[in-house]
C-alpha cells in the first residue's frame, strides 16, 4: 500500500521491478547516442508517431496503442514501422514494459515527428515514466505549426490535420484513421514538409524544430 | 542467466512490434491497391508482398523522377496522387507519342523495370507527386508469382483493354438483369403507388377519377391502405350498369372483394401463373405490411417478353408493311443491347446492327417495289457512310444513293424521274422505321445521288482529279459504299473504276491525308483529355469526331492507296496493314483502341440514351471510370500514334 503510493508519487525509477532484459535495454537506451548523421534530412532519421486513447484527458486515459514509421533517406517504408498493441486487458505487466521498452530501442534517440504534439508527448512521457521510470524528453517537430510555416500560401494559421490532407490532396480513405494510417499521413506531410524547408533553407532537424517552435511562438502569440 | 541473453527478449519483442507495424502501414497501401487495376484483381498474397515491401517517395512538382540518365531502372513505380509527365529522351521519332501524362494508379516504367535497363523515357513530376516504389527484386518476384501482374506488365495494353471490356460488359451484364423478366421481382414491374380509393367512395367519384387518369381499374383499400378489392371497366358494365346502381352508391357495393395480391418479392412469372388459373387481368402487389404499392397488368407481362434472332429476322423478311418494320427496328434496338450484355464486342456489335438494319432497309425497298416497277433494268442501292462501311451504332442518320444503266435506247430522264419517286417513297418508309432522313440530303432521292453507273465514275473521277474541300468531303462519305439491293455487280464496277484512279493520283491521297489529319485526338499535355473542342458542350469529348472518324479516315486512304475492296474499317486497317509493312502486333493495338471508343460510344448511346431518342456521341471523360479513362487515353494515343504513320507516309507537315 505504501510502496504503491511511492510509487505512484515519485515513479520506481529504473530498474528495481523491471526484468533484466527490459533494464538492460533501457539503459543501452539512455547510453545511445543521438544520431551523428543529422546533417541533412535526407540522413536525418525522423520518428513520425501518432497514439491511440480511449479518451481525451492525458491524466485519466490509457494509452491504447502507438504507431510509428520512419522517414529515412527521402523514404517511407512499411517494413520501417512499429506497432505497440496496449489495449488488450490479458497483457501482463512484464510484456508491456518489454513492450515500450522495445518501442524505445525503435526511436532510439532520433527526433520525434507528431501532429499536437503536446497531446501525444504528453501521454507518452507519462506512460513511459510509470511503467518504466525513464525520463522521455526526446526532440519533437509539431506539424501543427511547422505546416503554416512551411505552406503559408496554403494557410497561414494551424488547421486540422484532415484539412491539409484534402488541401494537399492526399488519398487518405474516409471515416476515422487508425494511429498507423495518421502516422503514415503525417509521415507523407513531413516528406512534404522537408523538401519544402530545404528551398527555404532550412537544412537540418535542429533548424526545422527551431522553425517550428518560432512558428508556435508567433502563430500563439500574435 | 546472462544480461546479454536477456535483452535478446525485448529485441525480439521489438521485431514482433516491427513486424505488425510493418502488417499494419501495408494494409494502408492495399487500400490503395484494391481501387486500382490490376492490383484490384491480385491474390491477396500478392497485394501482401507488394504493400510490405513498397516505399512511398515523395516528388515536388517539377522535379526529375526517373530517367536515361538514372542508370539501371531499380524501382517499379505507382503513383499514388499526383502527375507524372513522360517524355521520350532524344530524337523523337513521329512514329510514336512524345508526351503523354500519367495521373494516380498509373505506373512506369515497366519495359524497362522488367528488362533492368534504363529508362528511354524521361518521368518528371508535374504537380506534387507521392509514388509507391517496389524495389526491382520484389517485382520481379511479384512477376512470378502473380498471373495478373504478370499479364498486366507483359501486355500492358492488350491487358488494360480487355480488363475494361469485361468491366463494361459485366456492367451491361447488370443493367441487363436489370431488364426485367419473367424472373424479376413484382417490385419493378407495372404501375407504382398506384391510384386507389376507399370503400365508401362514391361510385360517381371513383369513376370520375378513372376517366381523369385514363386508368381502366380503381384499386380499393382500407385506412391503412390494405387492399380490399378492386373495380374494372368490367365491373361497371355488369354490377354498375346492367344491375341499375346508383353512382351515389359506395364503390364497396360494385368492386371484386378479396382481389388477388402477391407480395413485391414474388416474380411476374408468378403473377402470370396467377393471371392464367384465376382468369384475371390485375394483380396487387403488397409491400411486407401487405399496403398496396402497385398493379401489374396483363399487359405489363407481356412486354417482358424477349425476342430472339432469329424472330426478327422472320418478323422483318415477312413484314407486310412499314409499322410492322417499325416494331422490328426497336426489337434489333433491344436485341443488340442484350448482345452487348453477353459481351459481344463492338466489331461483332456494329457488323450484327448493320446487318439487321440491311434487312430492314432490304424489305422497306421490296416493299416499294411492289409499286414501283423495274423489271428489266439494271440497277442498284448503294448505302454510304457508316452504314456503307458495316459500322452502324444506332444513331446513324440515312446515306443513300442509286446506280443504274439505261437500256439501249431507253429515255434516260424519264427512268431517273421513276428512280427518283421510288426513292423518295424509300427515304420516307425508312425514316418511319427509324432511319432518320439524312440532313445533309445524302439520299436516293436527291437528283445528285440517283446516277447512271457512267456518272457515278465520273462523279468519283472528278473528285479524285480536282480535290477541293467539298470534293474531300464527298471523297469521306462516298467512297464508302456498299449495295444492298439489286445487281451488285454494279457497285464492284464502281469500286474498280475508284480503286484504280484514287491510287493512281498520289496529289489526291496526299490531300485525303491532310484533310484527315486536320482533326486530332483530344489528348492534352499536361491534362488527360483536351474537353473544350466543342464551344456547345464544354467538359465533353465527341467521341466520334475526335474518336472513331480518326481511325476511319485514316483507314480510307491506306485502303484506297493499297487498292483493298472492302469498306470497313477494321477490314481495310487489317488487308492494308500487310500491304504497307505495318507490323501485326502494331495494328492490333490500333484496332483494339478504334474497339474500345466504338464499345464506349455503343455503352453512351445504350446505357445513357433516353428511349426513343438519338443517342450522342459526347461523352464526359470525368464520368468514366477511372480504368475506362486510362483506356481511352491508350485509345486516343493509338489514334495519335496512327495519325503519325499517315504523316510521315504522306509527308504531310501541318
Redesign the interface.
Known amino acids: 500500500m505504501i510502496s504503491g503510493l511511492r510509487k505512484f508519487l515519485f515513479g520506481a525509477g529504473p530498474g528495481e521491478h523491471l526484468?533484466?532484459?527490459?533494464k538492460?535495454?533501457l539503459a543501452?537506451w539512455q547510453e545511445s547516442d543521438a544520431g551523428a548523421l543529422e546533417s541533412s534530412h535526407f540522413m536525418t532519421r525522423y520518428v513520425v508517431v501518432d497514439i491511440a486513447t480511449d479518451g481525451q484527458n492525458p491524466d485519466s486515459d490509457r494509452i491504447t496503442g502507438i504507431?510509428?514509421?520512419l522517414v529515412h533517406q527521402?523514404?517511407?517504408?512499411?517494413?520501417?514501422?512499429?506497432?505497440?498493441?496496449l489495449a488488450g486487458s490479458t497483457v501482463d505487466d512484464a510484456?508491456v514494459d518489454?513492450?515500450l521498452?522495445?518501442?524505445l530501442?525503435?526511436v532510439g534517440k532520433s527526433p520525434l515527428v507528431s501532429y499536437h504534439v503536446a497531446y501525444v508527448s504528453g501521454f507518452l512521457q507519462q506512460l513511459l515514466k510509470k511503467r518504466l521510470g525513464i525520463g522521455f524528453a526526446p526532440r519533437w517537430v509539431d506539424l501543427t505549426w511547422l505546416l503554416p510555416a512551411m505552406f503559408g500560401e496554403t494557410s497561414h494559421k494551424p488547421m486540422p490535420l484532415d484539412d491539409w490532407l484534402v488541401a494537399?490532396?492526399?488519398?487518405v480513405?474516409e471515416g476515422r484513421r487508425?494511429p498507423?494510417?495518421n502516422s503514415?499521413a503525417l509521415?507523407?506531410l513531413l516528406?512534404?514538409t522537408i523538401?519544402?524547408a530545404h528551398a527555404k533553407g532550412v537544412d537540418t532537424v535542429d533548424q526545422l524544430i527551431d522553425e517550428s517552435k518560432a512558428s508556435s511562438h508567433l502563430r500563439r502569440t500574435h | 542467466?546472462s544480461?546479454?541473453?536477456?535483452?535478446?527478449?525485448?529485441?525480439q519483442?521489438?521485431a514482433?512490434?516491427?513486424q505488425?507495424?510493418?502488417?499494419?502501414?501495408?494494409?494502408?497501401?492495399q487500400?490503395?491497391l484494391a481501387r486500382h487495376a490490376p492490383f484490384n484483381k491480385m491474390a491477396p498474397a500478392a497485394l501482401q508482398l507488394f504493400?510490405?515491401?513498397?516505399?512511398?517517395?515523395?516528388y515536388?512538382a517539377g522535379s526529375l523522377i526517373v530517367g536515361p540518365d538514372s542508370g539501371n531502372v531499380r524501382f517499379f513505380y505507382l503513383i499514388?496522387?499526383?502527375k507524372v509527365q513522360a517524355r521520350q529522351a532524344g530524337e523523337v521519332t513521329v512514329t510514336e507519342y512524345s508526351i503523354l501524362s500519367l495521373g494516380?494508379g498509373e505506373s512506369f516504367p515497366i519495359g524497362a523495370v522488367t528488362a533492368g535497363r534504363p529508362s528511354t523515357n524521361i518521368y518528371t513530376a508535374v504537380e506534387?507527386t507521392?509514388c509507391y516504389?517496389l524495389p526491382a527484386e520484389d517485382y520481379l518476384r511479384l512477376m512470378a508469382s502473380s498471373p495478373e501482374f504478370n499479364l498486366f506488365c507483359t501486355q500492358y495494353i492488350a491487358s488494360l483493354l480487355d480488363q475494361s471490356r469485361r468491366q463494361l460488359q459485366a456492367q451491361f451484364a447488370q443493367k441487363a438483369s436489370e431488364q426485367q423478366t419473367l424472373n424479376s421481382p413484382l417490385a419493378g414491374i407495372g404501375a407504382r403507388n398506384p391510384a386507389a380509393v376507399q370503400p365508401q367512395t362514391p361510385l360517381r367519384q371513383a369513376l370520375e377519377s378513372m376517366s381523369q387518369l385514363g386508368i381502366g381499374s380503381m384499386v380499393v383499400t382500407d385506412a391503412e391502405l390494405k387492399p380490399v378489392g378492386i373495380f374494372t371497366r368490367s365491373d361497371l358494365l355488369d354490377r354498375v350498369v346492367l344491375a341499375g346502381l346508383s353512382l351515389d352508391a359506395p364503390i364497396s357495393e360494385a368492386m371484386s372483394a378479396t382481389p388477388f395480391m402477391l407480395d413485391e418479392h414474388a416474380t411476374a412469372y408468378d403473377a402470370m401463373l396467377a393471371m392464367a388459373t384465376h382468369g384475371i387481368r390485375h394483380v396487387l402487389v403488397t409491400d411486407h405490411l401487405g399496403r398496396l404499392s402497385g398493379v401489374v397488368s396483363e399487359r405489363d407481362l407481356f412486354a417482358l417478353q424477349r425476342v430472339g434472332l432469329r424472330q426478327i429476322r422472320q418478323a422483318i423478311e415477312s413484314a407486310p408493311d412499314v409499322a410492322a418494320l417499325k416494331a422490328s427496328a426497336a426489337d434489333v434496338r433491344q436485341l443488340s443491347f442484350n448482345m452487348l450484355a453477353q459481351g459481344i464486342g463492338a466489331e461483332q456489335l456494329t457488323q450484327f446492327i448493320s446487318a439487321l438494319n440491311d434487312a430492314l432497309t432490304r424489305r422497306v425497298i421490296q416493299l416499294n417495289l411492289e409499286r414501283h416497277d423495274f423489271a428489266g433494268i439494271d440497277w442498284a442501292w448503294l448505302a454510304f457512310g457508316s452504314e456503307g462501311r458495316d459500322e452502324q451504332t444506332f444513331s446513324t442518320d440515312q446515306d443513300n444513293g442509286i446506280v443504274y444503266l439505261v437500256p439501249d435506247g431507253g429515255d434516260q430522264e424519264a427512268l431517273k424521274q421513276r428512280f427518283l419517286a421510288f426513292a423518295l417513297d424509300t427515304n420516307k418508309d425508312l425514316d418511319q422505321v427509324g432511319f432518320p432522313l439524312c440532313k445533309g440530303n445524302i439520299m436516293a432521292s436527291n437528283p445528285q445521288w440517283c446516277l447512271t453507273l457512267d456518272e457515278w465514275r465520273a462523279q468519283f473521277s472528278k473528285w479524285i482529279r480536282t480535290p477541293e474541300p467539298v470534293a474531300l468531303l464527298n471523297a469521306t462519305i462516298f467512297f464508302d459504299f456498299r449495295p444492298l439491293h439489286g445487281k451488285s455487280e454494279l457497285a464492284d464496277s464502281m469500286r474498280r473504276h475508284l480503286l484504280s484512279q484514287a491510287s493512281a493520283t498520289p496529289v489526291f491521297l496526299q490531300a485525303m491525308a491532310r484533310n484527315a489529319l486536320e482533326v486530332g485526338p483530344p489528348l492534352g499535355k499536361i491534362r488527360d483529355f483536351v474537353t473544350d473542342l466543342e464551344a456547345d458542350h464544354p467538359g465533353k469529348i465527341d467521341l466520334k469526331k475526335y474518336g472513331s472518324r480518326i481511325f476511319v479516315d485514316v483507314a480510307r486512304i491506306y485502303a484506297l492507296a493499297a487498292g483493298v475492296h472492302g469498306t470497313n474499317t477494321i477490314q481495310r486497317l487489317r488487308l492494308s496493314a500487310q500491304k504497307m509493312n505495318i507490323r501485326g502486333e502494331e495494328i492490333n493495338a490500333v484496332l483494339d483502341g478504334l474497339n474500345f471508343i466504338q464499345l464506349l460510344r455503343l455503352q453512351h448511346q445504350y446505357l445513357e440514351g433516353e428511349p426513343g431518342r438519338q443517342g450522342d456521341n459526347l461523352i464526359d471523360p470525368e464520368k468514366l471510370n477511372e480504368l475506362d479513362r486510362r483506356i481511352l487515353k491508350e485509345s486516343f494515343r493509338q489514334a495519335r500514334k496512327i495519325q503519325s504513320r499517315l504523316k510521315l507516309d504522306y509527308q504531310v507537315n501541318n
Open positions: 526484468p533484466d532484459d527490459v538492460a535495454a543501452a504507431a510509428a514509421t527521402g523514404v517511407v517504408s512499411p517494413e520501417q514501422s512499429i506497432f505497440v498493441d510484456t518489454r513492450q521498452a522495445a518501442f530501442r525503435f494537399f490532396g492526399l488519398d480513405g487508425s498507423t494510417a503514415l509521415a507523407r516528406q512534404m523538401v519544402r | 542467466m544480461t546479454e541473453q536477456e535483452s535478446i527478449d525485448v529485441g519483442v521489438e514482433m512490434l516491427r505488425e507495424g510493418q502488417r499494419r502501414a501495408a494494409g494502408n497501401t487500400a490503395f504493400a510490405e515491401k513498397a516505399h512511398i517517395a515523395f515536388p499514388e496522387s499526383g494516380a506534387d507521392f516504389h
